[in-house]
């Protein structure tokens, strides 16, 4: 499988403040998701990260809060905008169709764990 | 829409007993059932997963069982041990939704001495 790395891998924020996560895998895949984790919870999609074009946003996210990137194959990019102590959580993303991997096979990264102060 | 429930949220077992959870999905279309296990702190891990094509999936102590006609999947964990203690998440796949991944909401398993 693909090895994936995020950055940073935790952090402290005040509110009304912005962050963005990185995710880099060490190989082109065709596909990258994000993904929210609140404590003790299962994971929420929050979106699908599509090379050259906007990402496409689950029911109960949006762009103005949470701006996706990915320039390409390799790289992504989320932003948690205006924050609030609710938007505590550990975010994940996830890859499909690594080399030598099943297309439908989803990988995760390893996780930032964000507090909102 | 699409929904998976999973049961139990909590399971207690002795070392060496088998666990097993299970899970139902809403879309009789689902083709690819995937179950993670995530150790407290860690990145969610795929242990295995099932295809609509198959009946049921074998690897080393750890099986999945998959019920087209009832909509729903089982783990199988046999001969526990400690280091299988950790929250199991089911998913699925749904029709339209490409690549996308439902998740359940998770089973806590407990495997004691």
């Known amino acids: 499988s693909a090895v994936i790395s995020q950055k940073p891998s935790r952090d402290i924020c005040q509110r009304g403040t912005s962050l963005t996560i990185q995710c880099q895998v060490d190989?082109?895949?065709?596909?990258m998701f994000w993904y929210r984790q609140q404590p003790g919870q299962s994971l929420t999609l929050i979106a699908t990260?599509?090379?050259?074009?906007?990402?496409?946003?689950e029911s109960g996210f949006v762009i103005d809060k949470f701006p996706i990137s990915r320039p390409n194959l390799t790289f992504s990019t989320l932003t948690v905008s205006n924050m609030s102590p609710e938007d505590s959580s550990i975010y994940l993303c996830?890859?499909?169709?690594?080399?030598?991997?099943?297309?439908?096979?989803?990988?995760f990264g390893p996780g930032t764990r964000l507090t909102v102060l | 829409g699409e929904n998976v429930e999973q049961h139990p949220s909590t399971l207690s077992v002795q070392e060496g007993d088998s666990a097993v959870i299970k899970c139902t999905y809403s879309d009789s279309a689902s083709n690819y059932f995937p179950w993670y296990k995530q150790e407290l702190g860690k990145r969610p891990q795929l242990i295995i997963d099932i295809r609509s094509n198959v009946g049921e999936k074998k690897d080393q102590r750890i099986a999945v069982t998959l019920n087209k006609t009832a909509k729903h999947f089982s783990l199988h964990i046999t001969e526990t041990q400690p280091e299988d203690s950790a929250v199991y998440f089911c998913a699925a796949t749904f029709t339209g939704t490409a690549s996308k991944l439902t998740f359940g909401t998770g089973t806590r398993l407990q495997v004691t001495l």
């Open positions: 190989s082109q895949v065709t596909m």
């Open positions: 990260a599509n090379q050259g074009s906007e990402a496409t946003y």
């Open positions: 996830s890859v499909q169709g690594a080399a030598r991997t099943r297309t439908d096979t989803q990988y």
